[in-house]
């Protein structure tokens, strides 16, 4: 698979993801049961409402940590990212390997690990890379394709925007009249904090969205299932600052020294 493919396949996670939210099918097991069993404030809230709720407090997002990942491809995301545009985090492909990623403004820095790198390159040129280039950050600005596609998966902006389910559906969507409804689950907890499933079930697809009770109720974990594919995101660390804190110039190499090899490596193999 080529680099700008991999970016490609990276990014498509993101809009996976806002489109659990908005309702589309993209289930993680769920939460473990909380004891206490107590839905708070949410109580007398409807499912509707609730989730209605949740997508408010979404939208109104300044920062937040995504989590994603889906059994239909090995793609993993961990970004914190804002409305600015910036990010830190990072990017898996399963055995094709894994990125760390930096984005401040318009400037990107990428550190692959040793797995990318023999993806990328065959035999002892890709071990080589990895070897060199080891403890290294490839920098760039969003200019360049490889870097652009990459880091698009850090705008908070787009996914917050595609979270939002549209005004006029498509021709031959169901009437607003034919869309299930949504029920409430059972309290649970999620990585320590107490949260309200809310369920939806249509046309084999099932559907659960888990939003904090306590304090704001932020949406934390949604997962979905659909012809045996199944999909998880996680939310965390709403309105926390993205760090600002980038490489030190001597801890960087440019990105050509990734596309030069690259492009070297196909030259050779078809001559």
């Given at each position: 698979?080529?680099?700008?493919?991999r970016?490609?396949?990276?990014?498509?996670?993101?809009t996976?993801?806002a489109?659990?939210?908005?309702?589309a099918?993209?289930?993680?097991?769920?939460?473990?049961?909380?004891?206490?069993g107590g839905?708070?404030?949410?109580?007398?809230?409807?499912?509707?409402?609730?989730?209605?709720?949740s997508?408010h407090?979404?939208?109104?997002?300044?920062?937040?940590?995504?989590?994603?990942?889906?059994?239909?491809?090995?793609?993993?995301?961990?970004?914190?990212l804002?409305?600015?545009?910036?990010?830190?985090?990072?990017?898996?492909?399963?055995?094709?390997g894994?990125?760390?990623?930096i984005?401040?403004?318009?400037?990107?820095?990428?550190?692959?690990?040793?797995?990318?790198w023999?993806?990328?390159?065959?035999g002892?040129e890709?071990?080589?890379?990895a070897?060199?280039?080891?403890d290294?950050?490839?920098?760039?600005?969003?200019k360049?394709a490889?870097?652009?596609?990459?880091?698009?998966?850090?705008?908070?902006?787009?996914?917050?925007?595609?979270?939002?389910?549209?005004?006029?559906p498509?021709?031959?969507?169901?009437?607003?009249?034919?869309?299930?409804t949504?029920?409430?689950?059972?309290?649970?907890?999620h990585?320590?904090?107490?949260?309200?499933?809310?369920?939806?079930k249509?046309?084999?697809?099932?559907?659960?969205?888990?939003?904090?009770?306590?304090?704001?109720?932020?949406?934390?974990?949604?997962t979905?299932?659909v012809?045996?594919?199944?999909?998880?995101?996680?939310?965390?660390?709403?309105?926390?600052?993205?760090?600002?804190?980038?490489?030190?110039?001597?801890?960087?190499?440019?990105?050509s020294?990734?596309?030069?090899?690259?492009?070297?490596?196909?030259?050779?193999?078809?001559?």
């Amino acid at each position: 698979m080529t680099s700008r493919r991999r970016a490609a396949t990276a990014t498509a996670a993101l809009t996976c993801g806002a489109a659990l939210i908005a309702g589309a099918a993209c289930t993680g097991a769920a939460a473990a049961e909380d004891p206490d069993g107590g839905e708070g404030d949410l109580a007398n809230k409807s499912a509707q409402q609730i989730s209605d709720d949740s997508l408010h407090q979404l939208v109104a997002a300044k920062s937040l940590r995504l989590r994603t990942q889906t059994s239909a491809d090995p793609t993993k995301l961990d970004l914190t990212l804002d409305r600015a545009g910036n990010c830190t985090g990072a990017i898996s492909k399963g055995s094709l390997g894994r990125v760390e990623l930096i984005k401040r403004g318009n400037q990107v820095w990428m550190k692959p690990d040793a797995a990318f790198w023999k993806s990328q390159l065959p035999g002892n040129e890709g071990r080589d890379a990895a070897e060199k280039y080891k403890d290294t950050f490839l920098h760039g600005t969003t200019k360049n394709a490889f870097l652009g596609n990459l880091s698009a998966a850090c705008d908070l902006r787009a996914f917050q925007k595609s979270a939002i389910p549209p005004e006029n559906p498509p021709s031959g969507a169901p009437s607003p009249s034919a869309t299930p409804t949504l029920t409430k689950g059972r309290p649970t907890t999620h990585e320590g904090t107490r949260v309200l499933p809310v369920v939806k079930k249509a046309q084999g697809a099932v559907q659960t969205l888990y939003v904090a009770i306590d304090g704001k109720h932020y949406p934390l974990k949604l997962t979905a299932e659909v012809d045996h594919q199944t999909g998880t995101i996680l939310l965390s660390n709403y309105d926390t600052p993205v760090s600002s804190k980038t490489p030190a110039p001597g801890d960087t190499a440019d990105i050509s020294v990734l596309e030069d090899r690259i492009q070297g490596s196909e030259g050779s193999q078809s001559a």
